[in-house]
């Protein structure tokens, strides 16, 4: 198997059969050994720096029922929120003194803010801090929409594809949701220039390791700046929540495999990660990780943004807790940077 990780870091390439074979024999010692390349990888890129996005959860309202998400329509123990645009602004604020030269705004699909509305958001922000990137995490929307966006100021999009193949999507979602129309999206935001990140979650319902494989195919061939990972994580009003919540054993895999696949890519060391196990996140950034994106939304209101159970929100302020996590960053030897962080890919 070893060969195989030699393979992969030479040629960036695997065919679909030596992906699925490297995900079924994996094993301790080849996870030592993939984390070590992965990390020699990333190093040559990006040194031993730390890309932190500040992450602004603004609303928690969603038209879509994804069997999987604890904001889905159809939960109703869930108080929902929206932030105005002066909260967001005030978000930005301190984030901006805190060092964040990235804002992630992440929402569910609400159709109460209208594009007239986000573009006015962005472009605000835009002109307050010029010097920082602007990136948007609101689902599926139309060409149109995401070119308004990206008039107004908008620099990357974050949507996962979730899962490439088609039968396993729909086990996820409504059948008013399609894994086409999800990477047609993905296309849209290229096309038009964005700086684009995709993922998925590991160790869905259902999922196989011929799904992991394709999901690694479809990867390669977009070619994003950006891939989110994390562990699916049972949530306990949803229709998933006796499901078997994802490993970080096999996380901690997919990214060293994502690292040696896209060499430049930028690659989060998700906060599902930091939920499952304590020091998941500086695990992540040990097998290849280069990014954190710590929750700059106003405490209040944290707990109502929950994806899956028990998701990590410390209650502390931002300040005290990008403080604790530079901390445990300088305990494992990288550093969290003052930039916009962009992707070398
Ligand atoms: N609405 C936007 C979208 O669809 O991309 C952004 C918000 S959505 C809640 C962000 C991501 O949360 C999803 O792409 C999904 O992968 C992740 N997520 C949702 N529920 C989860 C769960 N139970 N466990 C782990 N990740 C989850």
Redesign the pocket.
Known sequence: MKELIQKLKETQNLSKEEWISLIENRSVELSDYLFAQAREVRHQYYGKEIYVRGLIEFTNY?KNDCF????RKSNANTTRYRLTKEDILTCCKSGYTLGFRTFVL????DGYFTDSRLCDIVSSIKSSYPDCAITL???EKSYESYQALFEAGADRYL??H?TFDSVHYQKLHPSSLTAENRQQCLWHLKEIGYQVGTGF?VGSPYQTSENLADDLLFIKSLNPQMIGI??????RDTPFKDQTSGSLELTLFMLGLLRLMLPKVLLPATT?LGTISPNGRELGILAGANVIMPNLSPINIRKNYL??DNKISTGDEAAESLNSLKRSMADIGYQIVVSRGDSLN
């Not at 992440?106 to 699909?109: A, D, H, L, N, W």
């Open positions: 969603c999987y998400c604890g904001i992440q929402g569910g699909e995490s609101v689902g949507l996962r979730e979650m994390g562990p699916f994580i049972s949530h599902a994806l899956y």
